[in-house]
């Protein structure tokens, strides 16, 4: 789990900005990452995944750009709602390790209204 | 559709007893998790299971025990619990493992005195 991590511990944005979340990896072998949601009480929810075959990818409101040079994932959230609060990890699996994942501490994200 | 189901959602115990964690997914999924979320870290694997009639270790197993009951149910066991097992347990499900979004239950938060 060391190589998933550096979040900002919080972010707070303005009901209708966009909202950015960061995730470093160091290792080069990661080739398969996914973002999560977990609100307060309840297990992680998925957002989206990127292969490393991919730089981007978008979903509804989201997109998930990734970095193999620098070794960074990034979480955009357009139009950020009252709803989007919550904490936001990200998770890596590495290249033949199968069923493991190494997930990131976290970012808190609050939305003002 | 309940998707991830655990049982209890709040338990307390003493040092050196006993408890089984259950988890039972209806998705019809291959492989099943237990994970455990501490403040400060990141979700940390205890056990999984890549098919009915299969477990394996992750990366925190020590101090636990596990049944895939059948193709449902995956069940996590402390056999004498410690105060440092206090934690909040994740149950997830995939449907064949590996590089897959995981879909959790909301967890079952267990303290030990």
């Known amino acids: 789990g060391e190589s998933v991590g550096l979040h900002l511990p919080t972010l707070s944005v303005q009901e209708g900005d966009n909202s950015i979340i960061n995730c470093a990896y160091s290792n080069s072998a990661s080739d398969y990452f996914i973002w999560y949601k977990q609100e307060s009480g309840k297990g992680p929810q998925f957002i989206i995944d990127?292969?490393?075959?991919?730089d981007k990818r978008q979903g509804q409101r989201v997109t998930v750009l990734l970095n193999k040079t620098v070794k960074h994932l990034s979480l955009q959230i357009a139009a950020t709602q009252p709803g989007d609060s919550a904490v936001y990890f990200c998770a890596e699996n590495w290249r033949n390790t199968g069923n493991q994942f190494y997930f990131g501490t976290g970012t808190s994200l609050t939305v003002i209204p | 559709n309940a998707g991830v189901t655990q049982t209890p959602k709040f338990q307390v115990l003493k040092t050196g007893q006993s408890m089984t964690l259950q988890c039972a997914q209806d998705?019809?999924?291959?492989?099943m998790y237990w994970y455990r979320q501490d403040p400060g870290m990141g979700l940390r694997l205890i056990y999984y299971?890549?098919?009915?009639?299969?477990?394996d270790k992750g990366e925190v197993p020590n101090g636990y025990n596990v049944s895939r009951l059948n193709k449902r149910e995956f069940s996590l066991r402390l056999e004498s619990a410690a105060p440092s097992q206090t934690s909040v347990y994740f149950c997830a499900s995939s449907e064949m493992g590996g590089k897959q979004p995981q879909h959790f239950g909301d967890g079952t938060r267990l303290s030990i005195l």
């Open positions: 990127i292969r490393s075959n991919m």
């Open positions: 998705m019809n999924h291959n492989s």
């Open positions: 299971s890549a098919s009915e009639g299969t477990t």
